[in-house]
């Protein structure tokens, strides 16, 4: 066989590897009932193609013939290492085939079951019973198919502390037997929020670093976005459509929101010309249909919003009017202080600093937001409009104490310097 | 990606099982070396001799110097190495979990390390 076959076979396996592996892992995951043998059992599947794809040929079906190779794989291995842990046999003996099975059996069941192999795997990796970064991780790498050093870097973190967070998320799903499934309808609503929360913190990851020198890691947001596109493929929910048109849509501002030098750029600052106007019309329509359903939550009204921003020529030329409904609407769906203080800024571009200024001094004097920095920078940046110089520089100051982000630092201190001027 | 695997045993804990005890461990560690290996998980390893047989090398007073014994007394001693082909950590984690001789002692698990950049650098000051 020429050399040249294996090296195309190998970029074949490279190919599927990407664009299948999460479905393979996923239905691996139902039939083999546990992650990790499910794992090995898709490697070594794939380690087999290699080996035997070069004299047999490329299969007709290669997705097929993964999970049926992988999950034979799986029983072979657990019946030899069941000769030194009789504990191996039973679960051996649990996971094989019944009688009349064949591989083509689960070429064309899994076919079918795809969607809901993935959407299993979607909501066992974020389930609620798992730490809150243990769920981010796990679904990056088990979904998303990243590597353990890939997220770990984009955490800026180190590989054995991610390794671990995802050890633990998956000792938890298997000690408690979490339930490998799609939730059932009435529980579907409350799962689903926790889902579209992971998306949309591995999105923010990607979008606004929480600490570190760089502002952004596009790499992080693009896979949230995919994610985004996988889940309303799989599940077409108007919360979902929400997420991902406020993800489209915080996306087309990218090139505009930092400048070549990486410092921020607010939105009333920004170049609208660079704004990504394919991403926008894609989020505008998708918010659209969400509105349309009248069931939708509060990541559909953050789309609406940031569709009004997208729409308008210049901050001035924004419909203030309809943000401040909008942001009356979210804020009634879920009360938060952070909703009113960005309730208080859409006020203030209404009907003048005065009026917004008002409203962020009583949030601050309730107690809250008293330690969030985009509190303080937010009415530094009305006194400063109002001339009152001294409280700007007091609340810049306060600001600059409490952000942890370098391009936010940055960005005050060059506020606190034009105060001076 | 290549994972090296370091697997550390107390001295003498090995010599203190019984023959059929040491029999089951060793075919079982020898079997699942063999399910690595076909599953193209395997990418070397030996294991070692016991630390007295040592001889550490060490740059002293301007020459080098010989002793015998390992470097440094610890309880735990390394007692073989293996370099495991695996996807990312966790992937090298989940296979050596499932390894018998992480009973015997614990196993360090660290990724090789790229030098390429830094050879092709070498060579280009040695011209």
């Known amino acids: ?421 | 990606m290549k994972y090296i695997c370091l697997g550390y045993i107390e001295p003498n804990k090995f010599e203190n099982l019984s023959e059929a005890e040491r029999n089951a461990l060793v075919d079982a560690c020898f079997s699942y070396d063999d399910e690595l290996r076909k599953n193209g998980h395997f990418a070397g390893g030996e294991g070692l001799q016991g630390p007295q047989s040592a001889a550490t090398l060490r740059w002293e007073n301007g020459k080098v110097a010989v002793t015998d014994g390992p470097y440094a007394e610890t309880k735990e001693q390394i007692g073989g190495i293996l370099i495991l082909e695996a996807r990312d950590l966790n992937h090298a984690i989940q296979l050596m979990s499932k390894h018998p001789g992480v009973k015997a002692g614990p196993f360090e698990i660290r990724p090789a390390a790229d030098l390429s950049g830094m050879m092709q650098e070498s060579e280009e000051r040695r011209g």
């Open chain 1, 1 to 421: 066989m020429p050399e040249n076959s294996i090296e195309l076979v190998r970029t074949t396996l490279d190919g599927l590897y990407r664009s299948e592996s999460g479905r393979i892992l996923a239905t691996l995951i139902r039939l083999l009932g546990d992650f990790d043998l499910a794992e090995d059992a898709m490697h070594d599947a794939f380690a087999a193609g290699l080996e035997r794809w070069p004299q047999e040929g490329v299969p007709a079906n290669p997705r097929s013939w993964l999970i049926s190779t992988g999950r034979h794989k799986a029983i072979d291995g657990l019946r030899r290492r069941a000769r030194f842990d009789a504990s191996q046999d039973k679960i051996a003996d649990q996971l094989l085939p019944s009688g009349d099975f064949a591989p083509a059996d689960v070429g064309t069941e899994s076919d079918e079951s795809v969607p809901d192999d993935q959407l299993r795997l979607i909501f066992t990796c974020c389930h609620p019973a798992l730490a809150p970064e243990g769920r981010l991780a796990l679904t990056l790498r088990e979904v998303c198919g990243l590597t353990t050093e890939e997220i770990a870097r984009a955490f800026l973190t180190t590989a054995p502390t991610l390794a671990q967070r995802i050890v633990r998320a998956k000792a938890k799903i298997r000690d408690e037997r979490l339930p490998y499934q799609v939730p059932a309808p009435e529980e579907l609503p409350a799962r689903l929020d926790a889902v579209l929360q992971v998306v949309y913190l591995m999105f923010n990851e990607g979008y606004s670093a929480s600490a570190g020198a760089s502002l952004t890691r596009a790499d992080l947001s693009g896979e949230a976005i995919r994610l985004g596109r996988l889940l309303l493929e799989l599940l077409p929910e108007p919360e979902g459509m929400g997420l991902l048109a406020l993800m489209l849509l915080q996306e087309s501002r990218r090139a505009a929101r930092t400048s070549p030098s990486g410092e921020l750029i607010l939105l009333e600052d920004q170049d609208r010309t660079q704004w990504d106007r394919a991403l926008i019309a894609e989020g505008v329509k998708l918010v659209e249909r969400a509105l349309l359903s009248r069931r939708f939550g509060p990541y559909t009204l953050q789309a609406a919003i940031a569709a009004v921003h997208s729409e308008a020529a210049s901050a001035a030329a924004t419909d203030w009017p309809q943000i401040v409904a909008l942001y009356n609407l979210l804020a009634r769906a879920v009360p938060s202080p952070v909703i009113e203080l960005n309730r208080a800024v859409a006020v203030a571009m209404r009907d003048g600093p005065e009026a917004g200024l008002a409203l962020i001094d009583g949030l601050l004097q309730r107690g809250v937001l008293t330690e969030y920095h985009l509190a303080h920078s937010a009415r530094a940046d009305l006194c400063r409009r109002l001339g009152r110089k001294g409280e700007a520089r007091a609340s810049y100051e306060r600001a600059l104490a409490l952000t942890q982000q370098e391009p936010e630092r940055r960005f005050l201190e060059k506020r606190l310097r034009e105060l001076e001027e």
